[in-house]
C-alpha cells in the first residue's frame, strides 16, 4: 500500500468516526428519562347551545349562535415518561374554572316565570381533561421521531347559569364526567444538540366509547409547542392548545346539544431527569 493510499486511508477513517461521533451525540438529543412540563393557558371559551323539542305533533329546533364565556388564565401540566427506546408514557392535565354574566336580550320564559330583556344572567363553567396514553415510535431518528397514542382520557363538565329579575330567580346546574379509550398522534424534531424542540400532537375521543352516561359526542384536542433548553435538564416552552367538546344528550321529548371549545397560547418551564 503506497503512503498516499494510507494517508487517504487514514482520512477516511478520521471522516467516518467522525460522523459516527455527530450521529451518536444527536441520538441522544431526545433521550430523557423523564420529562415534566409546567405551565398556563391563556383559555378563550367558546359555547354554542342546540336542542330539538317534540310537542303536540311538532319538531321545535333551537340553535345559538357560539357566543364567548370570557378568558382565563389556567393551569396546564403534561410529561413524558420514555422507558424505551420507542416507548413512552404521556400525561396531561388541564383545568378551567371562570364565569360570565350578560343581559338578556328578548323576554325569556321559565318553569311559568318571565325574565323580560334586560334582565341579568350568569353561567359559570368549569371543564377539566386529564389523560394517560401510551405511544409507540414509529419513526425514531436523531432528530425526527412520529408516534401513535392509545390510552385513556377523562373529561368533566359543570355549568351553573342563574337569573334573577325583581324577586324572582332561577338556577340551573347540570354536570357530568367520564371516561374513555383515546386515540392519538405525536410528531416531534429538535436540534442535533437537543436546545431546540418541536412537538405536535392530536388526539380523539368517542364519547359512546366510555361511560358519560346519556351523552354522545366526541372530544377533540391538538396542540404544538416550542421548546428551548438553557441546559440537559431545564429550559422554556411556549405554543397553542386547542380542545372542542361537543355532545348531545337524548331526553324524552327530544335532545340537546352542548359544545365547548377553549384554546389560547400556552408558556411554562420544562425540567428532564
Not at 354574566?101 to 334582565?119: I, K, R
Not at 392509545?150 to 367520564?178: I, K, N, P
Not at 444538540?193 to 400532537?201: F, H, L, P
Request: aromatic share 14%; proline share 3%.
Amino acid at each position: 500500500m503506497t503512503p498516499a493510499m494510507k494517508t487517504h486511508r487514514h482520512l477516511l477513517a478520521i471522516g467516518l468516526c467522525s460522523g459516527l461521533a455527530a450521529f451518536a451525540s444527536a441520538a441522544y438529543a431526545d433521550d430523557d428519562r423523564f420529562t415534566l412540563r409546567l405551565g398556563a393557558m391563556q383559555a378563550d371559551a367558546e359555547s354554542r347551545i342546540t336542542g330539538r323539542a317534540e310537542f303536540a305533533g311538532d319538531t321545535y329546533d333551537y340553535d345559538s349562535d357560539r357566543f364567548d364565556i370570557g378568558d382565563d388564565i389556567v393551569p396546564r401540566i403534561e410529561g413524558t415518561f420514555r422507558f424505551a427506546e420507542r416507548h413512552r408514557i404521556h400525561f396531561n392535565y388541564f383545568r378551567y374554572d371562570a364565569g360570565n354574566d350578560a343581559s338578556l336580550d328578548e323576554d325569556v320564559t321559565f318553569d311559568g316565570t318571565t325574565f323580560p330583556a334586560g334582565s341579568r344572567v350568569d353561567l359559570d363553567t368549569r371543564f377539566d381533561l386529564g389523560s394517560v396514553v401510551y405511544d409507540y415510535g414509529l419513526v425514531e431518528t436523531p432528530t425526527f421521531g412520529f408516534g401513535l397514542q392509545v390510552g385513556a382520557e377523562t373529561a368533566g363538565l359543570r355549568g351553573t347559569l342563574r337569573g334573577e329579575s325583581g324577586d324572582d330567580s332561577f338556577r340551573v346546574r347540570e354536570s357530568e364526567r367520564g371516561t374513555a379509550p383515546v386515540v392519538g398522534a405525536r410528531i416531534s424534531a429538535n436540534t442535533a444538540d437537543g436546545r431546540w424542540r418541536v412537538i405536535a400532537q392530536a388526539q380523539y375521543l368517542d364519547a359512546d366509547w366510555g361511560d358519560f352516561g346519556d351523552y354522545d359526542g366526541d372530544i377533540t384536542r391538538a396542540n404544538a409547542l416550542v421548546e428551548y433548553r438553557f441546559t440537559p435538564k431545564f429550559g422554556i416552552f411556549a405554543g397553542y392548545d386547542w380542545f372542542d367538546l361537543d355532545v348531545t344528550r337524548e331526553l324524552d321529548d327530544g335532545r340537546i346539544g352542548f359544545e365547548q371549545r377553549f384554546h389560547g397560547p400556552i408558556a411554562g418551564v420544562t425540567f428532564a431527569f
